[in-house]
T-cell receptor, first 111, second 116 residues
Framework: GENVEQHPSTLSVQEGDSAVIKCTYSDSASNYFPWYKQELGKGPQLIIDIRSNVGEKKDQRIAVTLNKTAKHFSLHITETQPEDSAVYFCAALFNNNDMRFGAGTRLTVKP | NAGVTQTPKFQVLKTGQSMTLQCAQDMNHEYMSWYRQDPGMGLRLIHYSVGAGITDQGEVPNGYNVSRSTTEDFPLRLLSAAPSQTSVYFC???????????????FGSGTRLTVV
């Protein structure tokens, strides 16, 4: 069935360094790929998304890249700050109504 | 504008009990969905609705019922709670365009359910 795999499951970086999280998806028909940030005790919050007709999208320190041929997409966070510490989820939309999520990456930014 | 509101925030049930998790949104979103979040498994779709009167099953629908009588509300019912349903439940909503394109989800703050 449709699935999304996310790596790594945990990531620890020094403040100011970059962080990269990678996801792969199974359905080549998927056309929408969002990223969510979840802080402790809260619901996931959309931070950036990309559609299949675009290869890269950037919003300040956050960027997402998409390789449709290889069926993978990545989240890049530059100049990381302690407040970037959270769990990050990638997702892919299947059949327009079925959003599948990766298992999550716990990012820790050490001051 | 409250966004997506879920109640209760915490609940403990005994095996076999029933209950309803409430979800309401005030953004006039057509699309609403329920997810459960378990450690190491991300979020898994339980049920979703593309508009009032329309519901459909997601990845893990067994043991749950939903209905959508209004655009604003999308309650999730557990008919006979089991320990396997211990989880954190999130409701989400999204604007869906006339072309059937979903936009980013807005999530509620979650309901932590424990079944003993």
């Amino acid at each position: 069935g449709e699935n999304v795999e996310q790596h790594p499951s945990t990531l620890s970086v020094q403040e100011g360094d970059s962080a990269v999280i990678k996801c792969t998806y199974s359905d080549s028909a998927s056309n929408y790929f969002p990223w969510y940030k979840q802080e402790l005790g809260k619901g996931p919050q959309l931070i950036i998304d990309i559609r299949s007709n675009v290869g890269e999208k950037k919003d300040q320190r956050i960027a997402v890249t998409l390789n449709k041929t290889a069926k993978h997409f990545s989240l890049h966070i530059t100049e990381t700050q302690p407040e970037d510490s959270a769990v990050y989820f990638c997702a892919a939309l299947f059949n327009n109504n079925d959003m599948r999520f990766g298992a999550g990456t716990r990012l820790t930014v050490k001051p | 504008n409250a966004g997506v509101t879920q109640t209760p925030k915490f609940q403990v049930l005994k095996t076999g009990q029933s209950m309803t998790l409430q979800c309401a949104q005030d953004m006039n979103h057509e699309y609403m969905s329920w997810y459960r979040q378990d450690p190491g498994m991300g979020l898994r779709l339980i049920h979703y609705s593309v508009g009032a009167g329309i519901t459909d099953q997601g990845e893990v629908p067994n043991g749950y019922n939903v209905s959508r009588s209004t655009t604003e509300d999308f309650p999730l019912r557990l008919l006979s709670a089991a320990p396997s349903q211990t989880s954190v439940y999130f409701c989400a909503s999204s604007y869906e365009s006339s072309a059937g394109t979903n936009y980013g989800y807005t999530f509620g703050s979650g309901t932590r359910l424990t079944v003993v």
